[in-house]
C-alpha cells in the first residue's frame, strides 16, 4: 500500500474509531514513516549523548534488496510479514520454509493476532500511538502483499499479469517495469516481495490476475482486499480505544463511511500515488465522513525536523533535553520494539527463525 492508504486511510480509521484529531495525526503520521524511514544510524550529540535508530524500508532499487540478510531485518517485519501458512504456532506448514513466511491477510494470520496483542498490550508506553502506527502499516500490508514473501525467492513470480476491468493503469505499470533480461531483472526488479508486480498490489482501484511462482493463476479484486484490511484495521484501533475508554464499542466501519471509503478506493483510478493522496487530504478536508472536516498533512521530515533541528544526520547534533519526548524518538522507539518482539518473541513460536 502507499500514501494514500497509509497516511489518509489510516487517520480516517482512527478517527471513526474515536481518537481525536492530534492523536490520529500521530497514528497515520507514523503508519506512513515506515515506508520513508529508509536510514539507520547514531545520532551524536554535543553533550556526549547518542540514539542509535534503525530503518524500516529500503527503496525500490537499494542494492540491500539483494541480500537476504537485510530483507529479513526490515521486509519481513515491516511489510511482509509471515503467515504461517494461516496456521496456529506449533502447526506445520506443508512445504519449505518459504511457506512459512509468505504474508497472509491479517484476519487469517494467528502471526498478526499475536503482533496486534503484543502493540495493545503496549499501550502503557509513551510510544504506544506511534507503535500503534507501525502496527497499523504492517497488518494493512497483510493484505495487499498476501501471497509474496519479504525475501528474493521464485515465489514472488509475476507471470501473465492481466488487467481486469480496463483502466489501462496495469499496462502503465509494466511499462515501467520493461521486458527486462534476467540480469536486469535480479538488479532493477529483484524477485523480493512483490517487486516483479511493480505498484500493481497497492493500487486501491485495480482488479487483476498473475500466475505466481508456483503455477498458480491469482486473481485479486484491491478495493475489496483494500476494505477488509480497513475494517479489520478500524476494529484494532477500537479496541486499542478500549483500554482507555471502556464504553468504546469493536464494531467496526460505520456502514456510511465504508461506502464513501470504498467508493474513494474505487474512483480514484491514478497510478501517482501522490495524486490519490491529496483526493482524500480534500475528501477529509471537506467534510464527507462522519466525524467532520480535518485538515492534515504528511511531511517526511517534519518529526525528524523537530526532534534534531535537521533533516539529514550530521556529525554532532545539538543535545535538547524535549528530544526525549519527541515523535521522532517515540516512532523509532517504537520500530525497535516491534521489531524485536516480532523476530524474537512472536516468530519462534511458529518455528520461524528470522533475526
Sequence with gaps: MQIDFHHAVTYVLARLAGFEHSEAQTIAYAAQHVDDATKDGCILFDIGAMYLHIESAHKTLDPENLSNKSNKLIWLPFHFLPGNGCQEAGREVGGSFIEK??????????????M??????????PSALHRLGVTMHVLADTWAHQGFAGVLHDINDVKKPKEDGGSGSLEKVLAEIGDLTDFAAETVAPRVGHGRAGTLPDMPYLSWEYT????????????????EAAKEMCKVLQRFRQQEDPTTRVTGIPAADLAKIRGLFASQAEKDETKRHKAWLDAIASGVF???????????????????????????????????????????????????ALLHDILPKYGICAG
Design 116 to 125: 496486534v496483542e503484543n502493540a495493545l498490550n503496549a499501550s502503557h508506553k
Design 290 to 340: 462522519s466525524f467532520g472536516k480535518a485538515v492534515i498533512s504528511y511531511d517526511e521530515n517534519d518529526w525528524k525536523i523537530k526532534a534534531l533541528g535537521m533533516g539529514d544526520e550530521r556529525l554532532e547534533c545539538i543535545y535538547k533535553p524535549e528530544f526525549l519526548q519527541s515523535d521522532w524518538k517515540h516512532f523509532h522507539d517504537a520500530l525497535q520494539d516491534h521489531r524485536l
Design 101 to 114: 513466511i509468505v504474508c497472509r491477510p491479517g484476519n487469517l494470520s494467528h502471526v498478526a493476532s499475536d
Design 212 to 227: 505466481n511462482g508456483h503455477g498458480q493463476r491469482i486473481v485479486r479484486n484491491n478495493t475489496e482486499i483494500f476494505c
